[in-house]
């Protein structure tokens, strides 16, 4: 089976584990501390912070600025529905907001039309952009907009370690920055995520929620206000300080991959067949997901790629199709987030692909629906 994706793990993070297996600080300790002082250099922040998963990182972010009752958090509509449900768990209302067909980000003008539209009860406190599968959203115009409206920004850039937009890191110019280390994203250690921030008080305040609250003294322990268990283990740790050095020609390749693939279905977007993902060029493509025509049967597609060994899936959810968020509905009304939940394939992806499977893939998909009756 052709993968949808498949980790960089070599035998030096296999090492890497052993060591700390061998050495007995399972939890987090030097390892977690070396991972975030690197991290801190290679996104230019004052803190990395890492934790047990990206959604663990949203989850903290807004604790730590205060979101709660009675506050409305501006979030995609399409996005991975952890996004949403981490405003729903700190009890904030979430306003879905659609997004663009091609870069699948929210765009100023969406974000301005949901703000201008929204009536409450709840008080615009946040925004959530997210940088889809690595596509930088907008930030240039999106950061002023939402502080003229007096809100936090938490980027969730959970897919997009190692983007950029206008030379800087994306996740790096909100409030806090939140990045997934899941077995999917580009880096991975098993399960993770990490939080950024320039803000020495929300740092501190993001270290203490990390770990039970607690603060520890030259007197001992004292736990300062109820706090979370969400640390990475080292064991999690020593795989990402091993990784990350790899990551920026991970990136180039996942750029040369994009590029492949595009050239390659060149004639089914002629042929009407599919849209293609916007380009950018600070797009780190943790997914490659490409939109169908609305009338092609995209679960039968998934179905007969698979019976040719080949594991496609879908991009991300439409929030407002889940049950987590019935009657919520983007504001102001839009399709986008809608179609690209109905219709998106994501495709074989990561970086130890190349031409061989770009052409694999590409001559099934065109098989299948250029000349279906070869089939
Ligand atoms: C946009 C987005 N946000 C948040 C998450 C949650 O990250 P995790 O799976 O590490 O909890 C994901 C994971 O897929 C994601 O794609």
Redesign the pocket.
Known sequence: MLRLSTPSIDESVIEAVNAVLRSGQLIYGAQGQHFEAILQDFLGVRHAIVVS????A?HLALVALGIGPGDAVLIPNF??P??GNVVRLVGAHPVLVDVDPSTYCVTPDSVAAAIDAWRGPELLRAFIP?H?FGHPADMRALLPLARYHGLKVVE?A??AIGATENGKACGTQGDIG?W???P??TLTTG???ILSTDDDVLAAKLRLLRNHGIVRQPQGVRFEEPGYNLRLTDIQSAMGVVQLPHLPRWIDQRRVLAANYCQALAPMVSAGIMTLPAKHPGHSWQTFMVVLRADIDRDRLIRDLAGEGIETNIG?QCLSMQPAFENIQPLPTGVNASNLYKHGLALPFCESYGSPEVERVTNLLSRLLLHPNNH
């Open positions: 998963s990206g959604t663990a949203l996005t991975f952890a996004t997210v889809e969730d959970a897919c939140c997934s280390l899941h999917r994203k399960e993770g995520g991300a």
